[in-house]
């Protein structure tokens, strides 16, 4: 076991191009977004456990020697095994966690104790240690949040359980793990995203442990050449939404109109292959032309999804409100509101940006000002975040 304090973190993701379309077979592209997770692992010898998640308001600590006693066969030792939803109910039980854990506070604390007691099942005793997880990322938004808290915990259980080496060196401070030992972190942030969600698609965990840009079909995940991390305005319009209504919306409009909607989900399909083509091209040599067939394809796009019945009047108004500052937006995940992507281009000047951000945020909207294609899950000097991510940690 470690004895030195872990600082880790991990990006959440959106969806470039393909939401819906990669329901119907067709290709999506996901991209890390670099608004991150980060959680800090502080080794000690008090006999507890504790979980600290501030932006959630869950606080639990645990005696090490009471989980040490709980009846855990039902967790498989050693290789990275899929929680069945009887072992969940299981965890639950024997961990005592309230009736309301189905929410997504108690599912965090779940996903916790099963990636805890699976990852240090190894040790000779269950490590006391605390940790303390923050994130940039809202919750609920379709960035990816809780793959980035799982990814988050599984670099750092496995780190701190010497499952796998700490690849910081002197004088570095930021590193990131061997691609062995990122495909064991995926894997393991796989089993806390099921327990999470029951059954995800494994891309927000692939993206968030990887970085970069993914393509996926058809449950098959392969990464793209890295392309220079691309500015963009990332909106919450705030407006709830149901993705699972949604996906209903599209399958409806399908089955009514398959000569209209069956070619719309080609040609978000075709759309999908040439902003990777042209990724592709960027990631040798990027141009000024890049960004403008970039923009083309999200207007073409933003207006295909609205014609399967995706769009919302917040997100019209997302549009409209970048465009006349003569930016190209549109809707990223599951859309009927939710969240927007508006590229930036090299040559805009700073006032621009933050005209554009105003006039945003006064449409009662949520703006950032990020990047996408960021690198993956990492490991960071204890001091070498000096942002108020860092300083937030620091505090607690």
């Not at 969940?88 to 024997?94: N, Y």
Request: hydrophobic share 40%; charged share 20%; with cysteine.
């Amino acid at each position: 076991m470690l004895s030195e304090a872990l600082l880790v973190s991990a990006p959440g993701k959106v969806i470039l191009h393909g939401e819906h379309a990669v329901v119907h077979g067709k290709v999506a592209l996901a991209v890390a977004l670099n608004l991150r997770t980060f959680l800090r692992l502080q080794p000690h010898s008090n006999g507890k456990v504790g979980l600290n998640l501030p932006n959630t308001g869950i606080k639990r600590v645990w005696d090490v020697a009471r989980l040490q006693l709980l009846d855990t066969s039902f967790l498989e030792p050693g290789d990275v095994t899929t929680p069945t939803p009887e072992q969940v109910e299981k965890l639950k039980e024997v961990v005592d966690l309230p009736e309301d854990s189905a929410n997504h506070k108690g599912l965090a604390v779940l996903a916790f104790l099963y990636l805890y007691l699976s990852i240090c099942r190894k040790q000779r005793a269950l490590p006391s240690l605390d940790i303390t997880v923050w994130s940039e990322l809202p919750t609920g938004a379709g960035l990816g949040s809780s793959a980035a808290y799982s990814v988050c915990l599984a670099a750092a259980l496995l780190t701190a359980c010497e499952e796998i080496p700490n690849p910081l060196r002197g004088g570095e401070s930021t590193s990131r793990w061997a691609t062995e030992d990122l495909e064991l972190i995926n894997k393991w942030a796989f089993q806390g995203e099921r327990v999470i969600h029951g059954n995800p698609s494994g891309v927000d965990n692939a993206v968030s442990t990887w970085g970069g840009a993914l393509r996926y079909q058809q449950g098959k995940i392969s990464p793209l050449k890295r392309p220079p991390a691309l500015q963009i305005l990332l909106t919450n319009t705030r407006v709830p939404r149901s993705t699972k209504a949604l996906v209903a919306v599209v399958r409806s409009r399908l089955l009514k109109f398959p000569e209209i909607v069956a070619p719309l989900l080609t040609s978000i399909d075709a759309i999908s292959l040439e902003c990777e083509r042209v990724l592709g091209e960027m990631a040798a040599a990027p141009a000024p032309e890049h960004y403008l067939v970039l923009e083309e394809l999200i207007d073409m796009n933003q207006h295909h999804l609205s014609a399967l019945g995706v769009g919302h009047a917040s997100l019209d108004q997302l549009c409209r409100v970048t465009m006349a500052h003569g930016l190209h937006s549109k809707l990223t995940g599951a859309g009927g509101g939710g969240c927007g992507i508006t590229l930036l281009r090299p040559d805009l000047e700073l006032p621009d940006v933050e005209a554009t951000k105003q006039a945003l945020t006064s449409c009662g909207f949520d703006c950032w000002e990020t990047s996408i294609g960021a690198s993956g899950v990492s490991v960071h000097l204890d001091t070498s975040l000096d942002t108020p991510v860092q300083q937030a940690l620091g505090g607690l």
